[in-house]
């Protein structure tokens, strides 16, 4: 009788314990993916959303790549990526959903004593393959140019240059003077510190450096000119959850495309997806891929 009574208090309390560890898990979102999502509109999304409905959501980094293929994995329960999906690298990238949430764009930067304060299509052109290599011929001081470039060819930021700029997504750059770094982090920080730096990161991210941002084609990439479309190099950001995405994934991404979510996203500085569905148009009238 004993024996039994002991063995039901342990059923239970294992019950017990493992609907308690079940409710927990449900009351936390997972989030990982590229910082420049991160610091477009995501934490501030997180703080807004944690506050209306408790849920707490755990943010980390790791880049777009990470945010797509853990969470197609169901090691997360939302992704961050700031490029599409790349089959053709990784197949369970067929998998993915993806979510457009706000716009973005890729910043030119430099350290902020460069006199160069633009750059045209060509000259980006030309610096990356290797014709440009010193900042007299861009204006500059008689010094070589530091090309500051991300690891690998699809990364969020490295993809998108590729695309958009050269439309040849396997493209080798060749800077006299190449500097790769992990991340956009990094790439950042040496153009804070390195005067004759360059590099392309995205504008969610650069404002926040102490960095000079260039005109690209006598454009700043700011609110304004990335809405109407006026700075040429804007890219989609997107949350990214697996083809049956849990319920509280399923409600973030409704909230950050919600009028409330908008608006967070557009007192970030970061213009909202909806905020201009004809970005969407000029992309795919240029050839660009961006489902």
Partial sequence: ?????????VIMTFTVCNVTFANAAEDIIYWAGCGITKKAFMKELAIAYSAKTGIEINLQGGG??????????????????CRMTLPNEEKSELFASLHPVAWDALAIITHNKNPVSNLNMEQVKDIYTGKITNWKQLGGEDKAINLYTRRGKISGVGYAIRQYIFKDGGMEFKGQKEFIVK?????????????????????????????????FDGKMPSFDNVKNGEYGLYRPLYLVTSPTPTRLAKDFVAFATSNEGRRIIRNNGTVPYKDAPHLLSKMLIYGFDVK
């Fill in 64 to 81: 777009a790549t990470r945010g797509i293929r853990d969470t197609v994995a169901r090691k997360l329960d939302i992704g961050g990526t």
């Fill in 183 to 215: 991340s956009s982090g990094p790439l950042e920080k040496a153009c804070e510190q390195d005067p004759y730096a360059l590099g392309i990161t995205g504008i969610s991210s650069a404002r926040k450096r102490k960095v000079k941002i260039l005109r």
């Fill in 1 to 9: 009788m004993y024996k039994s009574v002991l063995l039901s208090i």
